[in-house]
């Protein structure tokens, strides 16, 4: 008797496993590598899994959007100024791969409006918790935008723009504006 061609585990694993597998398609090739394919041979899933637990590609491509923006979201109680910058350049989250997987969600968040308003839910998140550190919703889009445009120059140029040099470059940038409110 053979082996089945896939296994069988509970929904949340499953559908985890997706998400994952997902993330892993975008950090190896962008948006083009987030195919339906590429997805279930990296997860070792059948087709009709992802509409089946994400009512299609789309869907997926939120839960993915989530799990990517998940742990930028933990991880601020308690975090002041002085620490806002490292937790912008969180070492989990500057690597290679994840900034190639928000690269390419950046990418497809402007022509995609399932993902826009996915993006828009939690960008209001974290907007919300950098706020709370400079006292500012101006500022704190600011903050952002500084920190995407450092996370954006990494991904592009990673032999110029280090993560210790976009930290730098961010505190220099930053502490008199925050000094100043």
């Given at each position: 008797?053979?082996?089945?061609?896939?296994?069988?585990?509970?929904?949340?694993?499953?559908?985890?496993?997706?998400?994952?597998?997902?993330?892993?398609?975008?950090?190896?090739?962008?948006?083009?590598?987030?195919?339906?394919?590429?997805?279930?041979?990296?997860?070792?899933?059948?087709?009709?899994?992802?509409?089946?637990?994400?009512?299609?590609?789309?869907?997926?491509?939120?839960?993915?959007?989530?799990?990517?923006?998940?742990?930028?979201?933990?991880?601020?109680?308690?975090?002041?100024?002085?620490?806002?910058?490292?937790?912008?350049?969180?070492?989990?989250?500057?690597?290679?791969?994840?900034?190639?997987?928000?690269?390419?969600?950046?990418?497809?968040?402007?022509?995609?409006?399932?993902?826009?308003?996915?993006?828009?839910?939690?960008?209001?998140?974290?907007?919300?918790?950098?706020?709370?550190?400079?006292?500012?919703?101006?500022?704190?889009?600011?903050?952002?935008?500084?920190?995407?445009?450092?996370?954006?120059e990494q991904?592009?140029?990673?032999?110029?723009m280090s993560?210790?040099?976009?930290k730098a470059?961010?505190?220099?940038?930053?502490?008199?504006?925050?000094?100043?409110?």
């Amino acid at each position: 008797m053979s082996e089945p061609r896939f296994r069988r585990y509970p929904a949340e694993v499953r559908a985890a496993m997706l998400v994952k597998a997902g993330l892993a398609c975008l950090a190896r090739g962008g948006i083009a590598a987030f195919t339906v394919e590429n997805i279930c041979a990296q997860a070792g899933a059948s087709r009709g899994l992802i509409a089946h637990h994400f009512g299609g590609k789309d869907g997926l491509l939120a839960a993915v959007h989530a799990a990517a923006y998940a742990p930028i979201l933990q991880g601020w109680h308690g975090i002041g100024v002085d620490g806002l910058v490292d937790r912008l350049f969180d070492p989990s989250q500057f690597t290679g791969a994840g900034l190639r997987v928000w690269l390419a969600l950046w990418g497809e968040i402007a022509v995609n409006p399932a993902l826009q308003a996915e993006h828009a839910r939690h960008y209001a998140a974290y907007r919300k918790l950098v706020a709370a550190i400079v006292g500012d919703d101006v500022v704190a889009g600011a903050v952002i935008a500084l920190a995407d445009g450092l996370w954006l120059e990494q991904c592009l140029a990673p032999d110029e723009m280090s993560p210790d040099r976009a930290k730098a470059a961010c505190k220099m940038l930053l502490t008199p504006i925050l000094q100043a409110i």
